[in-house]
């Protein structure tokens, strides 16, 4: 599949009937390109690891929950890793009590949750508008983690178009999320 890919129909496939050559295929593609968005944001290479295994056992367990109309493939597989970095990273910086309390562990404030899933949803919509060239563009620099030079090798646009594409996406969503 190519960068651009519609994976949709490997979701289908995992929801539909656990299809875990479809998974398999999915987990191939995205994989190492959640570990590099992980660890570009300054994540260690051992946490990308695990925020990635989960994201990605996540898709497994709630591919029911997707929804095409919301998000891409891609950003909803980046969604859920960028939110098990931010849990992970509550988590650590959390105080540890010398007496663990036994039982369940304490729901995220609802407030939290809430601002989050906007933030996600709102994103989602505002990568939705924006142009397909410039969408494309953005999914392979931030998705596909790959540099505005390996872009123009692949599509064979000139490196100064890649540039200003991305720019005006890049301020598009920007002015979305404001």
Not at 73 to 99: C, G, M, Q
């Amino acid at each position: 599949m190519t960068e651009t890919a519609d994976w949709t129909g490997h979701i289908r496939r995992i929801q539909n009937s656990k299809d875990q050559e479809a998974f398999a295929e999915l987990f191939n593609h995205f994989a190492p390109r959640v570990k590099a968005f992980l660890m570009k944001s300054g994540t260690t290479e051992s946490m990308a690891e695990e925020c990635t295994q989960d994201a990605l056992a996540t898709l497994w367990r709630k591919a029911h929950m997707f929804d095409p109309s919301r998000a891409s493939v891609s950003t909803w597989i980046f969604t859920i890793a960028r939110n098990r970095r931010i849990d992970v990273l509550r988590k650590e910086r959390r105080p540890e009590p010398e007496d663990l309390a036994w039982g369940p562990e304490a729901e995220p404030e609802q407030e939290d949750v809430m601002s989050l899933q906007q933030e996600t949803n709102q994103l989602g919509r505002a990568m939705a508008e924006l142009p397909q060239k410039q969408r494309e563009l953005i999914e392979k620099a931030y998705f596909g983690d790959l540099t505005h030079s390996q872009i123009a090798a692949q599509t064979g646009l000139p490196l100064g178009t890649i540039k200003s594409r991305i720019r005006l996406a890049l301020e598009r969503l920007r002015h979305s999320m404001k």
